[in-house]
């Protein structure tokens, strides 16, 4: 299947300190990429270079055939990122939010990709109803995740990007998302990096997990090597661990 | 807080950037104080004798910057007091705001100095008697002023009572709805801070559209009680450029939503410009009325006021795009920069212009590329 995304030697970080550094990672169309790491390992500066936040200092991105660096606004059009909840504009409502993202990606503000999973509306079932018209700035952590999740999937980019995003939801929504996210990999038109910091919920959602340490990727899970850690219980997480004390020592 | 924070900032920058800033600023401020002095001293036997500016002009002028700096720096000490991460921790609302006017205090007190060194040495320049004298009582002043809006500041939490405010922020139709739909919409309310879109009434805008419109209507007054096009034009331009800058808001050009969308800066900077040009001109219409009526052979002089208040307002549009989180500093910055090559222009003639354009540029071509790489 055809390559959402490929990183060559990416370099980035910040003020000409390199932070991340020797990145190479390819996407395809299916793949959910878990995106692990300690805090400070780099996994939100590489995903701040994907999207073009920060400037590389070295390598390429190509987002969907098409290089960042080369032609920045299309290759954007590539993908959907959860922005940060602290990152949102406060002082508009979430219905505001999802209509100013929908107007500069070119679609209707309900063109959520739930149409091929039971249960209606997306937005609707993230229990976002009663708070789609009130100003995200009294939104909880968790609210403003949903909305920056339904914000990413608008218009249905081939390539969906959630740097830690899913962790503030509640259960039911974090079901919904991941059930969203699932099918629309499944469909083979889309595929997905999701950095989090539970490792255990990796095996379940992802396909392919990279484990982030020292501003590089030091080890990487295939399908099959997922899918047997995830029939063991706790067998996923000691294997992280493991390759966290191993980083450690070396 | 302060001061960690200044030493943080000092530390992120790069040692060349730091050099530039150093090297750069360090000699364009002594060739400024060498020019101001040279000035200063070929204007001395007027400055010395001319008792409005001593007994009016400066008194007044320190006394409104003592108040300006008293209120800015007041109100960044209060912010820090009042920070997020400090409401968790045992300290009363009484020790906060004494936390913030010993900070202000500690700010205060150099720019009082400095005052008094400038004035003093300034007056020393021209041969005025007494001069230390003159030097202590401009800092007094400054100094009086800046307690008294310091004060007035810090016993008011004004802080807190805009959590409480937009915490009660009411949910209707959006009053901008038709204005503010275009791509990418919802961008003014956004810059403009509305709370879903809604415009909250407050003493600030009442305040600057009264002000506006008295400066309107008198300048229009002028213009047509003389039969002639000068004041309404200039009303006019003034105006309009004020309605601009004060209307400005550029902190959307600084958010991941804008720069990992599939949209570019200069899209997104001409929306951020659209409605506050729209006002401006909105503004600038009724006293150029007024000019053309009083005066109809002058049609050149609205016609030419109008053309240089798309000019002004685009070189503000830059300036307002470059300190995108600041919009205070972007107005006297653009003021600074206007006074400044209209100084010069004086001395080199309208050359000094094409520097005041490549300026606005550098300062585009810098925006433009902190958009896209951070």
New interface residues.
Partial sequence: MAEVLTVKELSAGYHGRIVVRGIGLSLHRGDIVGLLGANGSGKSTLIRAITGQIRLIGGSVVIDGIDLAAAPERAKAGFGLAIEPHELPAPLSGRQYIELVASIRGCAPNDLPSGDLPGGDLLERLDLGRWIDRPIAEYSLGTRAKIAIGAALLDGPPLLIFDETLNGLDPVAAWEVKRVITALCASGRHAAIVSTHVVEAVPALCNRAVLMADGSLSRSWDAAQLAEAARAPGAFEESVMQALRMRAAA | MLWRELVAGLC???RRDLAWIALGGGGLLAYAIADIVVALHAAGPKLRHDQLLWMLGLPVAFAALGWLAGNAMSRLCLSRAFAPFLKALPLASAERRRMAAVGAFALGLPLTLMIATAVGFACAVIGKPLAPAWGLGAATLFALSFGTAGLWRLRRPRLLVDVAA??A?P?GR?WLRRLD?A?????S??A??????NIRPSWKLAAASLLLGLATILGAWASLAGHTAGPAAVAGLAGGILVFMLSLRCQ?LG??????????FTRVWLRLVRLPLQLSLAFFLLPAGAALAAEPSAWSVPVASGLWLLVLNGAYAVFGAFFLNTPFVAMLSFAGALAYAGYETLEYGRTVLIGLAALVFFLWHRTRQRY???
């Fill in positions: 992120a920058t790069r937009s915490e922020a949910v959006p739909r791509r990418p919409s919802w961008l309310s956004w403009w801070k509305l709370p879903a879109g959307p958010s991941p939503v804008l720069r990992t969308a599939p949209i570019g896209r790489n951070g």
